[in-house]
């Protein structure tokens, strides 16, 4: 079952379900403030092997930098 984001338009939280794709779309209640005033979220991935992405975001650094440019990944 796949793992969804969704952001409350209310109280600006932003927060995960688990749900059928069938119900990606379908209401949701906000998990901090019970608004009905949410949306699905995008949600961006990166998969890494090797030290090369493979999918998601090229752009991403490696899992052992935070500014995205190190000796490691040569990025």
Sequence with gaps: MPLYEYFCLDCHERFEAL?????ADALIL?????SEHTVRAISLFNAQSGGRVIAGNSSAGCAGCS????????R
Excluded: E, F, Q
Aim: net charge positive; charged share 30%; hydrophobic share 10%.
């Design 30 to 34: 906000c998990t901090k403030c019970k």
């Design 67 to 74: 500014s995205g440019s190190c000796s490691t990944c040569g």
């Design 19 to 23: 749900r059928a794709m069938k119900d």
